[in-house]
């Protein structure tokens, strides 16, 4: 059974950084393209970003730009989300997600993931 965890979360104060891993059992992680999506208090759940199933390509929503980084480690099942230069409004619960089987390229539409994990909270705050 296919499954994500989430971990690396915490809290951290303004212009500080945290690396999020999205651990993967139960599936080959090489055939999936993985997204990272958020969803602060009374917000609808976003995408953050998504990196292809292969890396070669990644995606980042406008806000994240410059600041967060995607990366992913096959061999280790694993896919990091790096986050630099952190703002309070990226307070948020962070989730990882997975495309259906044989969708290998990147999408940030919450619809187009199927498998989800169970979320890390990341505070931003002095």
């Known amino acids: 059974q296919l499954q994500l965890v989430e971990s690396g979360g915490g809290l951290v104060q303004p212009g500080g950084s945290l690396r999020l891993s999205c651990a993967a059992s139960g599936f080959t992680l090489d055939y999936y393209a993985i997204g990272w999506f958020r969803q602060a208090p009374g917000k609808e759940r976003e995408g953050v970003s998504c990196?292809?199933?292969?890396?070669?390509?990644?995606y980042y929503a406008d806000s994240v730009k410059g600041r967060f980084t995607i990366s992913r480690d096959n061999a280790n099942y694993t896919v990091y989300l790096h986050m630099n230069t952190l703002k309070p409004e990226d307070t948020a619960v962070y989730y990882c997600?997975?495309?259906?089987?044989?969708?290998?390229?990147?999408?940030?539409?919450?619809?187009?993931?199927?498998?989800w994990g169970q979320g890390t909270q990341v505070t931003v705050s002095s």
């Open positions: 990196i292809s199933s292969g890396g070669g390509i990644t």
């Open positions: 997600a997975a495309r259906p089987l044989l969708f290998r390229l990147c999408t940030l539409s919450r619809a187009d993931f199927a498998s």
